[in-house]
């Protein structure tokens, strides 16, 4: 319990700091837990997913964002590959033909991205919920 004005202002100032602290390592956790989740339903070990700071590598697709770029607090989730797209297992693609009117084959749709996510959503916003609640509570 705080007494006095001095030690309310101390731990009121106080509150900023650690909010911001316990969000950078929640992203970097849920960051972490989504792409080693993704990184199990690949369809190929060539697709590289990864999570950084900011903005993806060039040539990266980019799968995505969190957070808000102006607080600098943006974590970007991408896919990259060095000879195809990797939206190309994400999404399919239609039958493709040459020139010539030749059959080359299509990619079936074996999406790794957004079911993933669709079934992390609720605990990664739960656990970020949690620990911003904790370091309030414990400043």
Do not use: C, H
């Amino acid at each position: 319990m705080v007494q006095g004005l001095k030690e309310f202002n101390r731990r009121w100032t106080q509150i900023p700091k650690l909010v911001r602290q316990a969000a950078i390592e929640t992203l970097e956790m849920n960051a972490e837990e989504l792409v080693a989740a993704m990184r199990a339903v690949l369809p190929l070990d060539e697709i590289e997913i990864a999570w950084t700071w900011g903005t993806p590598p060039k040539g990266a697709m980019t799968l995505g964002k969190v957070g808000t770029s102006d607080r600098g607090l943006l974590i970007t989730v991408y896919a990259r590959a060095d000879d195809f797209n990797p939206a190309w297992f994400e999404f399919g693609t239609g039958p493709r033909f040459t020139r010539a009117g030749r059959y080359t084959g299509q990619i079936p749709a074996s999406p790794f991205f957004w079911p993933t996510y669709r079934a992390k959503k609720r605990r990664l916003k739960s656990r970020m919920t949690r620990n911003i609640t904790k370091a309030i509570r414990n400043a």
